[in-house]
């Protein structure tokens, strides 16, 4: 008689069922308030990029006070357990801690008379912090059983990891996911990353969308605008290398691999009638491919050589000189569409009703997928709009939702063969 393998779907369903992750998922619905009032808590602790201690501190704190071992690593990543030392093959459920902009005061965190907060990072990614926090209490506050069925829901949840990384945002350059991944006893225990990234339910990022940033650099002797007239200016130079690189890039949003390029801050110069001694200019480069990316950046080069060249030939005095630094790389990736990961999260959106497409995104999983670790990237629940700007705002309707997402998900994993990471190998 042939054996039965339990599909995907029937480990799910299985799951919901079992009294131990039941009670878990309930939590959510049960905790809705102190949730929402740990979120509002949290993005008051300011923690813009390289920057983030305070929060870090902040929530290493938290997570002991929900019954968790918690520390910081030597990068500034909090890493909680329910075991000081978890042993077995681990699910890491990841949110990073930095924010684009940072309150500069408690009262920029508000919440309006409807219940949505209002304020820099309350979404990107309060969401996925309080997310943390919300699994780490809905698991801990499971009663202790004897029956076999709570005993094994109490072993699933002693190989949660949960993650709360610096370094996500800008040249932040994923630091704090690069650090767990150059940790080599680590990362063989993590068989799949759940990285909690905002608030949308509606995709789930298989793709990691590669990117180089340069900073390119234009020195030269400065001087008066009329008795010092026909030196090397240095904006002259840049703003021809600027120019040359762009205008050779065609902008086709059909093209395979799709390519961009972008300056997106340029410095220099200290007066209308002053030749400045310095112009800098802040490259992003990102395409789905890492080749296309190499060619690009070798494309930058070229410009800033000829532009240097350039300007040097007009130049009846002192020249000009040019350095590209490189200041951030993100490498490109894919979950394959039959990763044990992809495959237990649409099984879980299934049962939950959830209808999320893929997509392709620069997050955390660009460094574990780039090493062939499995990893995805969603939104943790609620509702989320104006990242990145003073005006950020996130509402917590249906975040219940996605908690019990991410939960069943990583359960899903812990409880099937098929999640391990050498059986997908």
Known sequence: MAIQTPTAAGIVGELADRRGVREALQHFTKDKQWVNDIHLQLCRVPA????????????????????????????????ASLDPHPAGSLVAITAHLDTVLA?????????????????P??????????????????????PEQTASEGAASRNLWRRLLLIANVGEEGEGNLRGMRHICAQPSLLAQISAFLILDGAALDHIT???????????????????????????????????????????????PKAIPRVSVNA????????????????????????????????????????????????????????????????????????????????????????????ARPDCASTDANIPLSMGVQAVSIGAGGHG???????????????????????????????????QRDAAA
């Open 206 to 252: 298989t793709q990691a969308l590669g990117s180089r940033r340069f900073e390119v650099t234009f020195t030269g002797p400065g001087g008066h605008s009329w008795s010092d007239f026909g030196i090397g200016n240095p904006v002259h130079a840049l703003s021809r290398a600027v120019s040359d690189f762009v205008d050779r890039q065609p902008i086709d």
């Open 264 to 355: 997106g801050l340029i410095e220099g110069g200290s007066g209308i009638n002053a030749i400045p001694a310095l112009a800098r200019v802040k490259i992003d480069i990102r395409s789905e491919d890492d080749q296309r990316i190499d060619t690009l950046a070798e494309a930058l080069h070229a410009a800033v050589s000829r532009a240097e060249e350039t300007e040097n030939s007009r130049a009846t005095g002192g020249k000009v000189s040019a350095r590209v630094r490189e200041i951030g790389r993100r490498p490109a990736g894919r979950l394959e569409n039959d990763a044990p990961l992809l495959v237990a999260l649409r099984a879980v959106d299934s049962h939950l009703g959830i209808r």
């Open 48 to 79: 813009p990029t390289f920057h983030e201690l305070p929060r870090a501190e902040w929530m290493a704190a938290q997570f002991r006070a929900l019954g968790w071992h918690a520390g910081i690593d030597s990068e500034g990543n909090v890493l």
């Open 103 to 119: 309150p500069r005061i408690k009262d920029d965190i508000s919440l309006d008379p409807e219940g949505v907060l209002l304020g």
């Open 385 to 419: 709009g104006g990242a990145h700007t003073t005006a950020e705002w996130y509402r917590p309707t249906g975040r219940d939702l996605g908690l019990k997402r991410v939960l069943l998900t990583a359960a899903a994993l812990l409880a099937s063969p098929n999640g």
């Open 121 to 142: 990072g309350v979404s990107d990614n309060g969401a996925g912090l309080a997310a943390l926090l919300a699994i780490a209490r809905a698991v801990r506050h499971v």
